[in-house]
């Protein structure tokens, strides 16, 4: 060999070694997940998982569940030990514009708080304004909003729902079928509650006209009743609705769900066999305790657990979807058995079971909740309390990996360990970038691109 080719020889290996050292380091900074959270109990009652283990989030996907992802494989790491990690919550039954006379409501994406990232606005509107839902809250909501089609074509709203002649079952399924990807189901409510029966308003017209609805549309009819003389609950819920049709308000006071002896009637129980969905659609009247504490303890729990939440009630006794289902879990009902019915039933009663799941390749929608133990009290409809033991707060809210809601601070950093870009104050307002150093959109892409 002589020396020049020795030189060659030497320089090619020392070339050789440069792109092996530097391959090696773009795949230290090749992440494979934008965001991992470490050491959570994750609760997925799809996938009967319930258990410490990590979830890791890329590209707004699940991207994994199991133990012991290495944090040297995400861009961005958050430790939840001692948190639940569970699918963004949905609420199937909630009211999020001004429906019934008109009242005010709240905006939607203020759900996030509670953990929720699916939302169903039960029936405000009817066929004659569905649109208008779409275009004024679907389109400017972050969470993801749905719907349930008023069997009233003017919608929720006190004359307009006694009115037979405006519940056209027809018009109702073509509304539906014109909103396929945000309609989600068919409401009946608050019809001939007080007056005596006529020609003009016979008992069960609206329940059939909605359930007449339900089956040309092939959706779930959500009921909201009141049982009288000529109109029962037994027929109601062995007869006039179908299997998988929703009887939301379980717990009103108006409904006889224990006979002479405080047992769960019989006929609770073959609804149920029969598949009948009962909802908790708590609202401004609709859950008392004196019917849920009796009813639960005997074992008959309800499918799903929902709020009924609008503005007459979000200052109480409803207050949000957590606090709702902390009262279940105050009365008994295990952890993973309020999730469930939080998630992944409610997700399966409206026939969108691609959610309340953690299932690799959904959406990032993700709910870190965290139990408190102590003593905390609860209201009910009818200014009566009951104390627990156990209370739920949802500390991050993550809607397509994106953290939408975290008021304490568990996916930041401590603000005197932060990095030079958060101490830096911009010369001129909305010029230069600000003083957020961290994006709310864990991103490896991003970061990638900012290190070039
Ligand atoms: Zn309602």
Redesign the pocket.
């Known amino acids: 060999m002589s020396g020049s080719a020795a030189i060659q020889f030497t320089k090619v290996s020392i070339d050789m070694l440069i792109l092996l050292l530097l391959t090696a380091l773009l795949q230290a900074q090749n992440y494979e997940y934008d965001l991992l959270l470490k050491g959570g109990h994750v609760i997925d009652m799809a996938s009967n998982r319930n258990g410490v283990m990590d979830v890791a989030v890329a590209d707004g996907k699940i991207a994994a569940v199991a133990a012991n992802i290495p944090a040297g494989d995400a861009f961005k790491v958050v430790n939840v030990a001692g948190y639940y990690v569970t699918p963004g919550l949905i609420d199937i ?3 999020v514009v001004g429906g019934r006379a008109e009242r005010p409501s709240y905006p939607a994406d203020l759900n996030f708080s509670s953990g929720l990232t699916t939302i169903v606005d ?2 405000t509107h009817g066929a004659d304004n569905f649109a208008n839902f779409r275009k004024n809250v679907v389109n400017h909501s972050k969470i993801r909003v749905l719907g349930m089609v008023n069997i009233v074509r003017a919608g ?1 709203g006190g004359d307009r729902e006694q009115d037979p002649k405006l519940m056209d079952a027809k018009l109702c399924a073509e509304t539906i079928n014109a909103n396929r990807d945000i309609a989600v189901g068919v ?1 009946t ?1 608050h019809y001939w509650t007080g007056q005596p029966w006529d020609k003009e308003h016979p008992p069960w017209a609206a329940v059939d006209g909605a359930v007449q609805c339900g089956k040309l549309a092939n959706v779930p009819v959500m009921v ?1 009743f009141w049982p009288r003389d000529g109109r029962t609950y037994d027929d109601l819920i062995l007869k006039h609705m179908r299997p998988g049709d929703i009887h ?1 308000h379980v717990f009103a006071q108006q409904f006889p769900l224990l006979d002479a002896q405080g047992k769960v009637q019989k006929y609770m129980h073959e609804a149920r066999k029969r598949g009948i969905i009962f909802d908790v ?1 708590h ?1 401004a009247g609709s859950f008392w305790w004196r019917q849920a504490v009796p009813v639960m303890q005997q074992g008959f729990w309800p499918d799903s657990i929902s709020t ?1 939440l ?1 503005s007459a009630n979000w200052n109480g006794p409803v207050v949000n979807m957590i606090t709702t289902m902390s009262k279940f879990l105050a009365m008994g009902m295990p952890m993973h058995e309020v999730i469930r019915r939080s998630t992944v039933n409610p997700a399966r009663e409206i026939k969108r079971p691609e959610l309340g799941t953690l299932t690799v390749g959904r959406e990032a929608d993700i709910a870190v909740l965290e139990v408190l133990k102590g003593k905390f009290g609860y209201s009910d409809c009818g200014r009566a309390k009951f104390v627990g033991d156990s209370k739920i707060e949802a500390r991050v809210t993550l809607k397509a990996g994106r953290i939408v809601h975290d008021p304490t601070g568990v996916t930041m950093y401590s603000y005197d360990k932060a990095p030079p870009s958060y101490y830096k104050t911009p010369k001129l307002q909305g010029v230069e970038p600000g003083a957020i150093a961290e994006p709310d959109l864990p991103s490896r892409k991003a970061a990638a691109s900012t290190r070039k």
């Open positions: 039954h909630a009211h039960a029936g929720m409401k409510a909201d939301t659609g609202g009924d609008h």
